[in-house]
Structures are given as C-alpha cells and as structure tokens.
C-alpha cells in the first residue's frame, strides 16, 4: 500500500480551510467505492439502524412499557452500543396523537434546573422559577395531557450523570399518575453504573418495571451491521473479507460507534490504496 496520509486527511475533515477539497475528496471515495453516502457516520441518522437481536428486543421492550402505562423503564449499555439511536428509534415511533416526549439529552442539572428542562421538553414555555409553582406546573402539565388523551414519557439520556437528589426529584413525579391510572413514563437510559445509582434509590428501583443492558455485538452481528450499513449507503456488497471483519470485530470488541470509526478509515484507505477490497492488512494498518 503506498504511504498515504488518510489519517490526517481523516481527522482533518472539518476543518474550514479544507471543506471544498474535502468535499472533493469524499465525492471520489464515494465514487470509488460505488457509495451514494458515507456508511459509517458517527450520526443518529434512523435510516442507518441496524436491528441486532438485543437492539431488537430492547425497542419491544421498552415499546411494551410505554405503551402498557408502566412507571419506568432503565436501559443501560458500554459507551457507543446504540442507546441514544435506540431512544430515538423509540421517540419516533411513538405517534404525536397518543403521546406527549419529553427528551433530556443530557441531565446535569440542578434538581430545580431539571425539573424546568423537563417542563421545557414537555411542551411548556412559562418555567417557574420556584419550585412549589414548578412543580405544580408540572403536575398541571401531566393532568391536562391526560385529559386530550396523550400519555406523557419522559426519555433521560446519560441519566448515569444525574445526582441522587435529581434522581429523586425525578422518581418523586411518578407521584403524579391519575388514581385510577399512569399517565406518565419515565425512561432512564445511561452507561452501566447507572444500574448501581437506580438500585441506591430502592423507592425507584422499585417502579422500574424494566431494565435492559445492552451488549456489543457479536462476530456475525459485526458483520451483519456492517452489510447491512453498506447496504444502506448502495453498495450491496460487503467489500471486507472475513478476516477483515474478524479483525475489525476484535479491535472494536463490537461497538458500534468504534466499528463505524474504523471501517470508514479502512475504506477511505482502501481508496487511497486504489484497492476494491479491505483485507485484514488494511484493518491493521488503519488501527496501529
Ligand atoms: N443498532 C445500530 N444500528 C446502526 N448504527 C448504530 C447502532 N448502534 C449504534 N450505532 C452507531 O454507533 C454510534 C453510537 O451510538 P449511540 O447510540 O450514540 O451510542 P451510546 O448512546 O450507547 O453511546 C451511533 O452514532 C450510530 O452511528
Ligand atoms: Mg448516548
């Protein structure tokens, strides 16, 4: 393979004074490879979903407790495995008649500022500043919901970042369900730990009708995703070789956000080399 810098060209992709060559630059290695878009963006982009079995089961899952009125749900997994593509899989599927999301990317906040970023992604715009009006502004929210016939969810990503006191903040709006029924959802969805910080709160631990861990995925689902990603892109063949893939499957331990980073360097190596095929060699020169 001839000594080329695709590794500079790579993490220099977004640099200003770059964009107009880049742009050329990825024209040709789509061309090259018969691509009509890159296949393996770091990106929450739905058309790219790849449903492994545990994927799979995890939508039904928490598909089954929004829709059955449980209280809450938690669903953890390793850095890069697909939680936040899996909530916004789930948030899309839910229709705007029946439901009203709120979505919390990120919970690092003060109990107070959480509560306000929860009222916020409900729908409102009028934030107390207090908490006694906040939180009857809340319940407010809830009930009116109800009443049009929407359940309400609430989706928390990196909910392994909230502090025991927002944690409980959030546990103590279960509270605010209908005497005869639940008219809110709590999803909780963070890296491993997160498991730890629900069980500390057993009151909470107790409502959660759900938890589901997601694994990296396995040799044959590596491949599978990658097939299938390709596929999505318009190249319908898988343009590694097993031992490729094997490789590819062993450096990333089957993440998909970092099997996504290598296999968009090998390709864009395999460009560069003028090769139609990634073999194991260029797996391994892409990752040392
Ligand atoms: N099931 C999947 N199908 C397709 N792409 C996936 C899947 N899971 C993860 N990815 C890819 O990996 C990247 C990381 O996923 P993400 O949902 O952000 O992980 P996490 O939230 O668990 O850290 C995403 O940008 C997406 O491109
Ligand atoms: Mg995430």
Request: hydrophobic content about 40%; charged content about 25%; overall charge negative.
């Amino acid at each position: 393979m001839p000594n080329i810098c695709y590794y500079d060209f790579y993490k220099a992709k977004g640099s200003p004074e770059n964009i107009g060559a880049n742009e050329r630059r990825i024209r040709l290695y789509l061309a090259h490879w018969g691509l009509q878009r890159q296949p393996f963006e770091n990106t929450l982009d739905l058309r790219f979903l790849y449903l492994s079995s545990q994927h799979e089961e995890a939508l039904s899952r928490l598909s089954y407790v929004i829709e059955s009125r449980k209280e809450a749900a938690v669903l953890t997994g390793e850095v890069g495995c697909g939680k936040s593509l899996l909530c916004r899989t789930l948030m899309h599927k839910l229709s705007e008649e029946n439901y009203t999301v709120g979505f919390i990317p990120n919970p690092q906040y003060s109990a107070l500022e959480f509560l306000q970023a929860l009222l916020f992604s409900l729908g409102e715009r009028e934030l107390p500043e207090k908490k006694l009006p906040l939180l009857v502004a809340l319940q407010k929210k809830l009930g009116e919901e109800a009443e049009k016939g929407k359940h309400c969810v609430a989706v928390i990503d990196e909910a392994h970042l909230m502090s025991a006191t927002t944690l409980e903040e959030a546990r103590l709006l279960l509270n605010y369900q209908f005497p005869d029924r639940i008219i809110f959802t709590l999803i909780l969805v963070g890296q491993p730990e997160l498991k730890d910080l629900v069980e500390q709160n057993r009151p909470l631990d107790q409502r959660v009708f759900l938890k589901y861990h997601l694994f990296p995925l396995a040799l044959e689902e590596t491949a599978a995703y990658m097939t299938f990603r390709l596929k999505q892109a318009g190249l319908l063949e898988n343009v590694f070789s097993p031992t490729a893939i094997e490789q590819i499957a062993a450096v990333t331990g089957g993440i998909p956000r970092r099997i996504n980073t290598v296999c968009d360097l090998c390709l864009l190596a395999g460009y560069g080399a003028g090769v139609k095929q990634i073999n194991a060699d260029v797996v391994n020169a892409v990752v040392t």
